[in-house]
């Protein structure tokens, strides 16, 4: 379930920055990319964290 929501976040950015922010995809080459993905993976955190609350506070996932 986490790792689902982490998934949707981080490539949903991407398809955004894909499709959406930019004329021409930035390469894996290039500063660009590595800025968004950075950025997809804040927001992938940034999903993730009400799943492992819940999955925490049901007992499904132990605390860190």
Do not use: D, R
């Not at 976040?9 to 398809?15: H, L, P, V």
């Not at 992938?44 to 819940?54: D, E, K, V």
Request: aromatic share 18%.
């Amino acid at each position: 379930m986490s790792l689902i929501a982490f998934e949707i976040g981080m490539f949903g950015w991407m398809a955004l920055a894909h499709l959406v922010f930019f004329t021409e995809a930035p390469g894996p080459g290039t500063a660009t990319f590595w800025f968004m993905m950075q950025l997809a993976m804040m927001l992938g955190f940034l999903t993730s964290y009400p799943a492992n609350w819940l999955l925490v506070k049901k007992g499904m996932k132990h605390a860190m």
